[in-house]
């Protein structure tokens, strides 16, 4: 296999778990929606956002990996108790999801 095709299967693989990633955190913030006390789905949504971010600097995709920084910098601040979640802030997160995913 060579060294183009080999890359290009790994991309795939990244697209494929950067999707699985993004069906998850989209039910983490409609669980979110329904319980905002609840932490463990913004800490499972700060996990799927970390995750497409690293893979996205690995890759230099760059446009991906400043937006998923973005919306795991705001995660980790209602995590960490520093942000109140409110209704804006949910939408922000949403926003930021929604570009993810066209990204």
Sequence with gaps: MS???????TIREFLVEAQENMEQGYKDLE?????????EPIRSLFRSIHSIKGASG??????????????????????DGKFLLVPDRVALIYEGADAIDKT
């Design 58 to 79: 690995f890759f230099n995709f760059s446009t991906l990996e400043g937006v998923a920084h973005f919306c795991e910098d705001i995660l980790s601040k209602v995590r």
């Design 3 to 9: 060294e183009e095709t080999e890359m290009d299967e």
């Design 31 to 39: 669980a979110l929606q329904a319980n905002p006390s609840n932490l």
